[in-house]
């Protein structure tokens, strides 16, 4: 939550963007990823924080071949879109490596966190040390 905190005071808008092929797959249903991310924007309120802006959801299974799901950029590149986004000084963060592919792919900068795996992307230990070096680098 402290990195979401100086994401926020920073500035930033706050997206989730997110494969959940499970849907696809069937193991679980669209409303139970909805009620997740209910709960999610009920502990950022909780902790004095803004809601997520909004979500953007792949259900689809890769067998479906869809357009959005990462690495490709289609979501976030819906995202820029629809909220006047400018993706050069916005920042995709993710744990895999099709996060910060699915940036890269919609023009905005990618950026790994918690990965042993070595990339071309920026890579901090997790959230709170990038939270941490946006500050120190506006
Ligand atoms: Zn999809």
């Known amino acids: 939550m402290k990195a979401l905190h100086i994401f926020q005071d920073l500035g930033f808008e706050l997206f989730i963007v997110t494969n959940q092929s499970g849907v696809g797959r069937g193991y679980f249903s669209l409303e139970n990823v909805y009620v997740i991310h209910r709960q999610l924007q ?28 990462k690495p490709s950029g289609q979501m976030i590149q819906d995202l820029i879109t629809k909220y006047h986004i400018n993706p050069k000084k916005s920042y995709m963060v993710g744990d895999k490596l099709i996060d910060a592919e699915s940036g890269k792919n919609a023009g905005v900068n990618g950026i790994l966190v918690r990965v042993s795996q070595k990339t071309d992307f920026p890579f901090f230990k997790n959230l709170l040390d990038f939270a941490h070096h946006l500050k120190s680098n506006p």
């Open 42 to 69: 009920n502990d950022l309120r909780e902790n004095k924080l803004h809601p997520f802006k909004d979500f953007a959801i792949c259900p689809h299974s890769p067998d479906d071949i869809c357009q959005c799901r």
